[in-house]
């Protein structure tokens, strides 16, 4: 009996003390006005209204699809206090240490959800973030960092260059339409590795991203990921499996 007691505690006390792992998540929400996009009905396509936008609040938004994720547990996280950055919300996973922090950034802030997911991927921007009993590390600190939402690139260019911060080699998920294209040459310079992101049109909504982090916390290789990512793009959207297959890729 002691040593079965002794075993649990060591379980829970490994699960609750590990060393965090961190997906820090950029949502530009969908934003028919300020966006060069197929407008959608104006009720999900408001970037100023998280509540009921496509990205975040509808059905598929980020943070609907998560809450009603059984394996993501919601916890309590402060405000940003950014005014481009209209909502944060975070989840811990239910078998393991590691969190998910989702920003949901104003539609009109496209560009700097973009430049942000870079800075961020270069290893720059790193802040501590309390979050439910843990501190851990968002922006440049995370291991995974994501962007969801449309292809700003496609409608404007990017000046600066994001070097490498350090010799930490982070990844990312880029889903956005031909991310892999318009992204890679200001990836490259950051250092971090492309788990997922796309060679077409898509439609970026949370299913993909949540099959693609299934198998991110198991710690699975890269190809296993794009492959839950693809049979989930595939059951929602019934392009057939091989489109969705060639549609998300890994790597360079």
């Known amino acids: 009996m002691r040593t079965t007691t002794l075993l649990l505690f060591l379980c829970l006390y490994t699960t609750t003390w590990a060393k965090a792992r961190v997906v820090h998540v950029l949502v530009a929400l969908c934003d028919n006005e300020h966006q060069g996009i197929v407008k959608v009905p104006a009720g999900i396509g408001n970037g100023q209204k998280p509540g009921t936008n496509l990205y975040w609040g509808a059905g598929y938004g980020v943070r609907t699809h998560l809450d009603r994720a059984a394996e993501w547990v919601r916890v309590q996280v402060p405000s940003p206090g950014l005014p481009h950055i209209l909502e944060r919300v975070a989840w811990k996973h239910r078998d393991s240490a590691v969190y998910l922090v989702a920003d949901a950034y104003d539609g009109r802030n496209i560009r700097e959800a973009t ?9 720059a921007g790193s802040t501590s973030l309390n979050v439910a009993d843990r501190t851990i590390a968002i922006g440049g600190g995370a291991d995974l960092v ?22 930490r080699v982070r990844e990312t998920i880029i889903l956005a339409c031909i991310s892999k294209r318009y992204y890679a040459p200001h990836l490259r310079t950051t250092g971090a590795q492309p788990l997922l992101w796309t060679t077409g049109l898509m439609a970026p909504e949370a299913y993909t991203l949540k099959a693609a982090l299934e198998g991110w916390v198991r710690r699975e290789a890269p190809t296993a990921v794009q492959e839950r990512a693809a049979q989930a793009y595939n059951t929602y959207q019934k392009c057939g499996i091989n489109g969705a297959r060639r549609l998300l890729v890994t790597g360079w």
């Open 146 to 167: 994501a962007y969801v939402g449309h292809d700003g690139l496609m409608d404007f260019a990017l000046e600066a260059s994001y070097p490498a911060q350090d010799k």
């Open 115 to 123: 430049e942000d997911l870079l800075r961020y991927a270069s290893g």
